[in-house]
């Protein structure tokens, strides 16, 4: 019984290492890749962020088409610090990937205080 303990205790400790560690490698949302450096792959969308009666372009598109495996990424860098200096406004942004008719887009993701159209 104290060896199962504690092998249960260096386990979940081993488990928070391995955590802390992927954080500190910069392993979050987008991977190793931070929102802030993603948000420019977004740089075709600024008009359509900022407008919600703007066309979207076919660049854009594609490159949002490119986050729909990743829902927490795409929510991450529509928050991020550069989507806010660049003016993006999340309301507008967070419905792109309908816009785009995106069949496949994570309906009813939670980002922040928006939900995916």
Do not use: H, W
Not at 1 to 8: A, F, N, P, Q
Not at 19 to 34: H, L, M, P, W, Y
Not at 37 to 66: G, H, I, K, W, Y
């Amino acid at each position: 019984m104290v060896i199962t303990s504690k092998l249960l205790t260096l386990f979940v400790a081993l488990v928070l290492v391995g955590t802390i560690v992927d954080k500190v490698n910069g392993a979050g949302e987008c991977g190793r890749t931070s929102p802030d450096a993603m948000a420019f792959r977004l740089a075709p969308c600024a008009t359509a962020a900022e407008d919600a009666n703007a066309q979207v372009s076919s660049q854009c598109c594609s490159q949002v088409q490119s986050f729909s495996q990743n829902p927490g990424c795409l929510c991450a860098v529509l928050l991020s610090n550069t989507a806010k200096s660049a003016g993006i406004k999340p309301e507008v942004a967070i419905t792109i990937p309908k816009r785009c008719n995106i069949a496949n887009r994570p309906v009813g993701y939670k980002c922040g205080a928006y939900t995916l159209p």
